[in-house]
């Protein structure tokens, strides 16, 4: 299995260089295939500015392997071209935007299988806001109130971005709805990753981490470690 990385927002730029220069680092250093997904920027017509955004920000960490795919829709998903570069990808970043827009793109493509593939075989697989969304077993829909099924990558969680700025809005509304599941709050600048012993979440950036889990709330600041298992406690 490889790793996952969840980013609240405001992803490039700021304090955002310690966990993306981790992600390279787990990736397997700076010249790795790493390829950006823009599709959630569609919509607004934002994915190629977006994409090439992405693209200085890990050239500027060092990297020398750094695409932006022209992954922007259904069609673009199921195409067999772009499903193989992100096959051969070891960082697979997909960016924030319109959650349900992405979600329609990704869920069931070609794409996503071969995501799926190369995170089994050690990939590392980083979304921001709602590219940190759809890895979730659940995602919010504020514009109707909805909860909705996610990509399922991280089971039992439904990650609330820009937790500091509107995020945290969500978190009382969803706590009676998704009593099951592990609510995870990152703010902007913020990141959270699985690669501490036995999966441990750690974080990394700017701000905190709230987590909230069978009726109880905890916060993770930059440099802790924290499960997502109910009754454990941060390191």
Known sequence: MGYVVMEGGAEFGGMMFEPDLRAMQLAGGSDVPIRIIPA???????DKGAGQNGVRWFQSLGATDVVSLPLVDRTSADDPAIADALRKARLIFILGGHTHYLIQTLSDSKSW???QAAYNEGAVIAGSSAGAMVLCEYYYRP??????????LVSGACVLP??????????????????????IGIDEETAMINDGPRGI????????????????????????????LPGSSPA
């Open 162 to 183: 820009h937790y500091n700025t509107f995020g945290k809005n969500w978190a009382p509304r969803l706590a009676g709805r998704l009593m099951e599941a592990v609510l």
């Open 113 to 115: 299988l071969c995501i």
């Open 201 to 228: 979440w750690r974080v990394f950036g700017k701000g905190m981490v709230t987590v909230y889990r069978s009726g109880e709330c905890i916060s993770c600041r930059s440099g802790r470690q924290f499960d997502l």
């Open 40 to 46: 959630a920027a569609a919509p607004n017509g934002d």
């Open 143 to 152: 514009t109707n109130d909805y909860v909705a099924k996610g990509l399922g």
